[in-house]
């Protein structure tokens, strides 16, 4: 138990760590001559781009196949003795289908770090 609330607490401090040098680094280039604009549209597309991951990441884990057969090609003897594809178990896969959608501390990152650079960009160009 100690140890998973190690390992959020490592997430959350890699995440604020991260957070902190992406504004360092656009003030450091606000500094050199960047355009408030330029940093605004860079905050913004890699917040989306965090965003787009952690949904990619959440769906991943979603068990949207399910159910789908994987064809596989029958051997001749399997084709010679006409014997049908075994049936699913359908009452397995709709207990995979109806789990509850687990948020994991990486896409929860994820999606925060996205927003909060979202947020930013829009700030910048206030």
Do not use: C
Request: aromatic share 8%; proline share 2%.
């Amino acid at each position: 138990m100690e140890t998973r609330m190690k390992q959020k607490h490592r997430l959350a401090l890699g995440s604020t760590i991260g957070l902190l040098i992406a504004i360092l680094v656009g003030v450091i280039l606000w500094l050199l001559g960047v355009s408030l604009t330029k940093l605004s549209d860079v905050y913004f597309m890699i917040g989306l781009a965090l965003i787009v991951v952690g949904v990619v990441m959440q769906l991943s884990h979603a068990h949207l196949f399910a159910g789908f057969r994987r064809r596989r090609k029958k051997t001749y003897k399997e084709k010679a003795a006409g014997t049908p594809d075994p049936k699913m178990d359908t009452s397995n896969i709709a207990i995979k289908k109806n789990e509850p959608l687990r948020l994991s501390d990486w896409n929860r990152w994820l999606w925060i770090d996205g927003a909060v650079l979202i947020v930013i960009a829009v700030v910048i160009t206030l």
